[in-house]
């Protein structure tokens, strides 16, 4: 099977790691330009006034002319606190949040450069946790798109994050919210724990 194409993703939606799944690895595009407003540098989790945005601030200037793997986080702010006090908010309450949050707790306290590197990290740590073997491969340049059906660099968007509707599980705030499909797989993880893998079956 091809290996799905996808560009670098933070916490990525479950429809990115349901493709990882399916195929048993990706390609990751590590040449593309950095694009706003997408998954590359934002997650959506499930807070308790509804679905929930996070943010990895970058560097200003010259992001949109660099390769993704330049792009650089921006620390002038303490995102990492804001982003993870949401987090502990959101999931505290979950079936399976105290077993996984050590794994993810070190992610909001050291400072990595590169947002292309930190992401990568963190899907290779979230892959693990979902119990989600996959071969992660990179592009040695740009591939222009469209290359095939697997090419989802830009399908795979916020904008319409429903698109993708998956399997229901139960959430956190289930008795006050519809279910809402497609959030960061670590809403899968924190609310199914173990059996979070199978939902890629």
């Known amino acids: 099977m091809q290996y799905p194409l996808l560009s670098t ?26 694009v706003k407003q997408t998954f590359r540098n934002r997650a959506i989790i499930l807070g308790a006034n509804g679905p929930l945005p996070l943010i990895i601030p970058l560097k200003k200037g010259k992001n949109s002319q660099q390769v993704i793997t330049e792009t650089e986080i921006d620390y002038s702010t303490n995102w990492q606190r804001i982003h993870w ?3 502990v908010s959101a999931y505290n309450s979950s079936p399976f949040f105290e077993f996984y949050a050590d794994d993810f707790v070190p ?15 963190l ?9 989600v073997k996959a071969e992660l491969h990179f592009t040695e340049e740009f591939i222009p798109p469209p290359v095939h059906n697997n090419d989802h660099r830009f399908q795979i968007s916020p904008k319409e994050p429903n698109c993708y509707t998956g399997k229901n599980y139960r959430q956190v705030f289930s008795e006050k919210f519809d ?6 797989a670590m809403d899968l993880l924190f609310n199914c724990g173990p059996k979070a893998g199978e939902y890629f079956i």
Request: net charge negative; glycine share 4%.
């Open 85 to 87: 006090q949401a987090i």
């Open 9 to 34: 993703a933070y916490l990525p939606p479950i429809e990115y790691v349901a493709h990882i799944a399916n195929a048993g690895g990706a390609m990751l595009e590590q040449y593309e330009h950095f």
């Open 179 to 184: 279910f809402q499909p497609n959030l960061s």
């Open 107 to 121: 992610f909001y306290k050291e400072q990595h450069q590169y947002l292309f590197e930190y992401n990568t990290m």
């Open 123 to 131: 899907l290779s740590i979230l892959l693990r946790l979902l119990k």
